[in-house]
Antibody
Framework: QVQLQESGPGLVKPSQTLSLTCTVS??????????WSWIRQHPGKGLEWIGYIYYSGSTYYNPSLKSRVTISVDTSKNQFSLKLSSVTAADTAVYYCARDAGRLRGFDYWGQGTLVTVSS | QTVVTQEPSLTVSPGGTVTLTCASS?????????PNWFQQKPGQAPRALIY???NKHSWTPARFSGSLLGGKAALTLSGVQPEDEAEYYCLLYYGGAVVFGGGTKLTVL
């Protein structure tokens, strides 16, 4: 059973960089075949895809966030990470990590989510 | 900017059948968009239900089914249970990107 767990600060100051890590257990990021993704959900709103990383390090980002987003992977720790720069209150959201098994098999496993509040 | 549109809300009686749809601003939704469907209950993470239009995950109850209907992706719940009250999101693949629909709040009443 694959499990994903987000971790990181719950409070970030405006203009700073939001940093989160997703730890994967029950499966190896290095095994390939999966796109390790970040999704966020503003309070009371819908889901917004942020981007993904493949185990090789290749990435794809939501064009609306691309200038501020970096997703990286550490296969030795079986983790992948999200950095979102120059945050504002509009970046306050629950951030989820999830596994995308590709178009033919879709998204399957999600983390429980972590609330990040941007406030001074 | 690609927009994926769902019904904002629907109401169904217990034991009834309801169909939720997912439309794309780019035109008809086909199997090539590999539609996914997710269920989200308050305070919980989304749970995957359907992938690649109509395929169920091992944990997906049999009463949930996915299809294409009139140029849209569709999720049908047959024999609705009270515990099916939730927000439902679709997802479409556009090239390398992914876009979620705005969600449908399903009330079982």
């Amino acid at each position: 059973q694959v499990q994903l767990q987000e971790s990181g600060p719950g409070l970030v100051k405006p203009s700073q960089t939001l940093s989160l890590t997703c730890t994967v257990s029950g499966g190896s990021i290095s095994s390939g075949g999966y796109y390790w993704s970040w999704i966020r959900q503003h309070p009371g709103k819908g889901l917004e895809w942020i981007g993904y990383i493949y185990y090789s390090g290749s990435t794809y980002y939501n064009p609306s966030l691309k200038s501020r987003v970096t997703i990286s992977v550490d296969t030795s720790k079986n983790q992948f990470s999200l950095k979102l720069s120059s945050v504002t209150a509009a970046d306050t959201a629950v951030y989820y990590c999830a596994r995308d098994a590709g178009r033919l098999r879709g998204f399957d496993y999600w983390g429980q989510g972590t609330l990040v509040t941007v406030s001074s | 900017q690609t927009v994926v549109t769902q019904e904002p809300s629907l109401t169904v009686s217990p034991g009834g059948t309801v169909t939720l749809t997912c439309a794309s601003s780019t035109g008809a939704v086909t199997s090539g968009y590999y539609p996914n469907w997710f269920q989200q209950k308050p305070g919980q993470a989304p749970r995957a239900l359907i992938y690649s239009t109509s395929n169920k995950h091992s944990w997906t109850p049999a009463r949930f089914s996915g299809s294409l209907l009139g140029g849209k992706a569709a999720l049908t719940l047959s024999g609705v249970q009270p515990e099916d009250e939730a927000e439902y999101y679709c997802l479409l693949y556009y090239g390398g990107a992914v876009v979620f629909g705005g969600g449908t709040k399903l009330t079982v009443l």
